[in-house]
């Protein structure tokens, strides 16, 4: 398969693709879209690792910032554990973060916050890359990946402000851009705020998609059209320059 478009954030294992995920699948590989699939609790990590037949799907595992909250110990550490017995078949960590939108209790924001370091510290370890959310906590995301985090980091659908992005973006950080920027001004901004050379493209299917309908990876061509747009490129030159951003973050593992 000749990639063409890498989606460095979807939810394929999701219950809402049951129907029509081999479909889907398999149109995109026709198109050389390629993608890297998230996850963030126990069941969705074990089928994620189903996805892992199909020739463009390569998989982040991780625990989801609202579980990492919820969890006991006991929990939180054996998922952890069922990640790194897995390491070999996924190419970074992901979705990972922390969440102030949902979470507003101080103290499970504080357990949020060291489960977060937590994993920082695993990702350092087993040397795999980031993909990061970080909802209402962008501020006390970037600082802690700023001191902590000796491998990339991608900030998915990032929410922050600008000169908080251009920050981040000068720690060497990436930011992966959904088709919601059709229709969002806050991601525009982003955009056309950040160098080039620190944007990705993501769907984050089944959500964040160009209208409110479920979302999937076939829209990711609208997100490199958008960005060239904004960016005054070329589509062309734009679509090449994200594969080779995305080269500087995750090792992907071509299959035969
Ligand atoms: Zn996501």
């Given amino acids: 398969m000749k990639i063409q478009y890498i989606d460095v954030h979807a939810h394929m294992n ?20 390629f993608i890297i699939n998230c996850s963030g609790e126990p069941k969705g990590n074990k089928n994620s690792l189903k996805l892992l037949k199909y020739k463009n799907v390569n998989l982040c595992l991780g625990i989801y910032p609202i579980q990492a909250a919820e969890m ?18 996924i190419i970074g ?42 909802r209402n906590a962008e501020k006390e995301t970037i600082a802690i990946l700023s001191k902590m985090a000796h491998v990339p980091v991608v900030l998915h659908a990032f929410g922050g402000d600008v000169e908080l992005a251009k920050m981040g973006a000068a720690e ?25 050379q620190n ?41 090449k320059q994200i594969l080779k951003n995305v080269g500087g973050v995750f090792s992907i593992k071509l299959k035969n």
């Fill in 14 to 33: 999701e219950e809402i693709f049951d129907k029509d995920r081999d479909k889907i699948l398999k149109e995109c590989e026709e198109k050389g879209i």
């Fill in 72 to 89: 006991i110990d006991v929990e939180f550490f054996k998922e952890l554990k069922f990640i790194e017995e897995n390491k070999k078949s």
């Fill in 93 to 134: 960590l992901g979705e990972v973060g922390l969440d102030f939108y949902w979470i507003k209790d101080e103290a499970k924001r504080q357990l949020e916050i060291e489960r977060f370091k937590e994993i920082i510290w695993f990702a350092n370890k087993n040397r795999l890359p980031l993909n990061v959310h970080s």
């Fill in 172 to 196: 060497g950080f990436y930011f992966s851009i959904a088709p919601i920027i059709v229709r969002s001004k806050k991601h525009q901004r982003l955009v056309e705020a950040l160098p080039i």
């Fill in 199 to 239: 944007i990705l493209t993501e769907t984050d299917s089944p959500y964040l998609g160009p209208s409110r309908e479920r979302n999937d990876p076939r829209n990711i061509s609208l997100v490199i059209e958008k960005i060239a747009e904004i960016k005054e490129m070329e589509t062309e030159e734009v679509r």
